[in-house]
């Protein structure tokens, strides 16, 4: 799990609740990153930040936000508009130069459940 | 489109036994590639990386191999062990992207 860690490990959400998973890196890292998995599918991304105060989204942002106000840290806000938030949802880092440029490193995870 | 195939879906094998996964590419321009090992319920761990100018790469009983004419690389375990049973993700980098592009996995049980 290197050096980025998510908390918590388990959340369990009521229909209607915002709720806030957190990513925290110590790696130096610029570029971080929020991916949702699914049973039997693949990772898909939902945000990127390739610097601080910026971010992009990615292939399904739609009911999500994130922010970037720290280059350590990267939280992602699961909104009442995400319609079927229940997933495994895992934070990343990567550099953005050097040899190892984009090997990306993941944290634990933060298991989602809606209730 | 980029896309990155895995094959098997999933894989059942005896302890002791080898095995090799396959992954073909269609990501360009090509960077690297990477095989990540997730266990239940945990992050992917990074396996190997392998530039286009690396063909094998090795870390303990897993050698990755790399055929950049084909686009294809296959990860192989020898020896299996329990521990090994996980999802082994195939990941492909693009020059000049930060957003790699990930296969969907295939999930190995080993059983004693």
């Known amino acids: 799990d290197g050096g980025i860690t998510q908390s918590p490990k388990y959340l369990f959400r009521k229909e209607g609740q915002n709720v806030t998973l957190s990513c925290e890196q110590n790696?130096?890292?610029?570029?971080m990153y929020w991916y949702r998995q699914d049973p039997g599918q693949g990772l898909r991304l939902i945000y990127y930040?390739?610097?601080?105060?910026?971010?992009q989204k990615g292939d399904i942002a739609e009911g999500y936000s994130v922010s970037r106000e720290k280059k350590e840290s990267f939280p992602l806000t699961v909104t009442s508009a995400q319609k079927n938030p229940t997933a495994f949802y895992l934070c990343?880092?990567?550099?953005?130069?050097?040899?190892?440029?984009?090997?990306?490193?993941f944290g634990p995870g933060t298991r989602l459940t809606v209730l | 489109k980029n896309q990155v195939e895995q094959s098997p879906q999933s894989l059942i094998i005896l302890e002791g036994k080898n095995c090799t996964l396959q992954c073909n590419y269609t990501v360009s321009p090509f960077s690297n590639l990477r095989w990540y090992k997730q266990d239940t319920g945990r992050g992917p761990v990074s396996l190997t990386i392998m530039t286009f100018s690396e063909n094998t790469k090795s870390n303990g009983r897993y050698t990755a191999t790399l055929d950049a004419d084909t686009k294809q690389s296959s990860l192989h375990i020898t020896a299996s062990q329990l521990s090994d049973s996980a999802s082994y993700i195939c990941v492909v980098a693009s020059g000049g992207s930060y957003i790699p592009t990930f296969g969907r996995g295939t999930s190995l049980i080993v059983h004693p």
């Open positions: 930040s390739q610097i601080v105060n910026d971010f």
């Open positions: 790696l130096n890292h610029d570029a």
């Open positions: 990343a880092s990567s550099a953005t130069s050097g040899r190892l440029n984009n090997e990306q490193f």
